[in-house]
């Protein structure tokens, strides 16, 4: 059964860090794109970073420089972390696997940048 969990979520003060993971099972892990969305109240749900099976990365501009993507093969991980983080990036963070044949979404961690 494929699975996709992610992890981390906080409360974070702006200009704060945190990182967020997710854990997939069930799919030939090294194969799969990974991808981190997020998606804030009465919004769609936006790319905010992907890494391929090559490990090629790419980021939305917003998090550009702030943000980086990385993934583990060994233990079926892939990392999202976040620096300066903005009011604006308050939302509720997705990772999906991603392959010509496949996707799979997690539910979803919240993190929210307040004072």
């Known amino acids: 059964q494929v699975q996709v969990m992610e992890s981390g979520e906080g409360l974070v003060q702006p200009g704060g860090s945190l990182r967020l993971s997710c854990a997939a099972s069930g799919i030939q892990f090294r194969l799969y794109a990974m991808k981190w969305y997020r998606q804030a109240p009465g919004t769609q749900r936006d790319l905010v970073a992907a890494?391929?099976?090559?490990?090629?990365?790419n980021y939305a501009d917003s998090v550009m420089g702030r943000f980086a993507i990385s993934r583990d093969n060994t233990k079926n991980m892939t990392y999202l972390q976040m620096h300066n983080l903005k009011p604006d990036d308050t939302a509720v963070y997705y990772c999906k696997s991603e392959s010509r044949m496949a996707s799979r979404w997690g539910r979803g961690t919240q993190v929210t940048v307040s004072s």
């Open positions: 890494i391929e099976p090559d490990g090629t990365t």
